[in-house]
């Protein structure tokens, strides 16, 4: 009799302790992505920055080309939850300059990526839009000032983190504005991947089949080897999600293309096989009209005819693609990869250490996109001439000191807006004409001083 009660009395504690377990894992399972507003933790909140520590206004530093800027050097453990950059533009930065990221002491970077393209500014063409991960903000006159670049993603480390911008370009870069706003932990956990962001590209992919760069509803892809490789990675994690931008040289609609992630070494056909483009990026059939939401986005769609540069996002945020061993990610190029286009890709995921070795990046030459012979290329480069007018405006000033006058930031300011609201509209001819304008009168202000 005694021993039954003792044995009730355990039965009935293990149930406790069962229910209360089972309540602590509900609770878990409950959580929403607004939890760490709610719950307490060990974690000291901190940033790192660019701020001028004499107490001045000069919150910038500078990078002469071929050097590498450290924003952040941390120590023990810790988490990165958002990163802001503001950057003086010049010709070419957002591809000349390279984001890399080491976690806990390693030598071989975990992020390697072209700066532009890890906040998907893809083209080298300025593009403003909020995702959940990575926001992109308008300054001043749009397009043609300074642009705020932000980044969402979590970033644990255990035992230090470095972050650093290097100029691989030919000029120099005069402000670069940042923020590193991190927590401090006293540890993290065994089971906490890293993450990871690495850029590839295709110039262009290679056209397969016999009836090439058109739009093509019939024939085969048996096996999936010719498809555009976006991430090819081993180790245990989570696929977080990526940036495809295409150049579509060929015109009409490029993307009756499936994607195809094969899952720790699988054969075809894989776990995760897709129906399309439209369908990765949350878009209905052949999109030409942009949008941008937290998980999906075609953002940049240049040509209504889908001509030239479009780029697109899609984030496994609510829904990651987790492997144990490997993970091989792809999408065709034109159904059965028939179509010759210019690719590149930014793909992000959390995976344990060590990762696979990056494919090295191409020289800074290589990595600049084609300009091409469309509407939004051109308007495109009108602009970077209408940049190059008022530089040279500025500098002429500079060198017979003389202060801007104020109707001179209006004038400029006054074009600016007109510009930028052209390039929303996709009025492309009145990008250019505007364009032009500022050009003309920038000349005469000159003449002045000449």
């Known amino acids: 009799m005694k021993a039954l009660k003792v044995f009730s009395i355990s039965l009935l504690f293990s149930i406790i302790l069962f229910a209360c377990n089972m309540e602590r894992q509900d609770s878990s399972l409950k959580r929403s992505q607004f939890s760490d507003l709610v719950y307490l933790t060990d974690g000291v909140s901190a940033r790192i920055s660019s701020w001028d520590t004499t107490g001045g206004n000069h919150d910038f530093y500078v990078i002469d080309p071929g050097d590498t800027l450290v924003l952040a050097d941390i120590e023990n453990a810790g988490s990165i939850r958002h990163i802001y950059f503001s950057i003086a533009p010049v010709p070419g930065y957002l591809r000349n300059l390279v984001l890399k990221m080491y976690w806990d002491g390693e030598e071989s970077p975990s992020v390697n990526v072209p700066f532009g393209d890890f906040f998907g500014q893809g083209h080298e063409r300025e593009k403003f839009f909020r995702s959940l991960m990575v926001i992109v903000n308008e300054g001043g006159g749009g397009r043609f000032g300074t642009i705020g670049f932000n980044a969402y993603f979590p970033m644990p480390f255990s035992h230090g983190a470095r972050l650093e911008l290097v100029n691989e370009g030919k000029d120099r870069i005069s ?26 590209h295709e110039s262009p992919t290679t056209a397969v089949g016999e009836w090439k760069n058109v739009v093509l509803h019939d024939g085969k892809n048996p096996d999936g080897s010719e498809n555009y490789v976006i991430l090819d990675a081993e180790g245990h994690g989570n696929f977080a999600g990526y940036f495809l931008n295409i150049d579509n040289q060929q015109g009409d609609w490029y993307g009756e293309g499936d994607d195809m992630i094969f899952i720790d070494g699988e054969s075809w056909p894989p776990s995760y096989h897709g129906t399309g483009s439209e369908e990765i990026f949350g878009g209905g059939a052949c999109p030409n009209i942009e949008y941008a939401g937290p998980y999906t986005g075609f953002y940049m769609i240049g040509n209504p005819d889908w001509t030239g540069k479009v780029s697109m996002y899609r984030f496994y945020i609510a829904d990651p693609v987790r492997f144990r061993k490997s993970i091989h990610v792809t999408i065709e190029h034109g159904h059965a990869n028939n179509m010759e286009n210019y690719y590149s890709t930014t793909a992000f995921w ?23 012979d469309t509407p939004f290329d051109n308007a495109h480069q009108a602009h970077l001439e209408y940049r190059k007018a008022f530089r040279s405006a500025m500098a002429l000033l500079a060198e017979k000191g003389v202060h801007v006058p104020f109707y001179l930031d209006l004038e400029i300011i006054k074009y600016s807006m007109a510009i930028e609201d052209a390039f929303n509209n996709r009025n492309y001819d009145m ?12 000349e005469v202000y000159k003449d002045q001083y000449k």
Do not use: M, T
């Open 175 to 200: 402000n670069v504005w940042y923020h590193i706003d991190y927590e401090k932990l006293k540890k993290v956990g065994q089971n906490v991947g890293r993450f990871h962001a690495q850029w590839r």
């Open 350 to 372: 959390y995976q344990s250490e060590p990762h696979k070795p990056f494919p090295p990046l191409p020289d800074v030459e290589s990595r600049h996109p084609r300009i091409n």
């Open 431 to 442: 990008v250019i004409q505007k364009c032009r304008e500022c050009i003309n009168w920038l």
